[in-house]
């Protein structure tokens, strides 16, 4: 992958699973945060902070520079959910 094909952890969708490619600042580096690591970003905002919960479940605030400028490529997206709609004799899918 080129560097173009890699994202800032702010545009990634919600409940996603994403490999880190490249950590920001140190302070992140502190907390267990390498390049190669798996996260899961549980709420990302495009201009504001993000939760992210590592792979021993721990979970970690990241605030908006931090989250802007902390490129990383997706692993996993969330699906979409099929609906269902009740009708007047069960179930339709």
Partial sequence: MSSNDYLSINNVPN???VK???VSSER???LGLMDGS???VLISTPCGPALIQREDGSVIVLDSDAASN???SI???PQGVKHRHR???GWKY
């Fill in 15 to 17: 409940n996603s699973i």
């Fill in 20 to 22: 880190i490619v490249k």
């Fill in 28 to 30: 992140l580096r502190d």
């Fill in 38 to 40: 798996i996260v899961r």
């Fill in 70 to 72: 902390t490129l990383v």
């Fill in 75 to 77: 692993v996993m997206a």
């Fill in 87 to 89: 009708w007047r004799w």
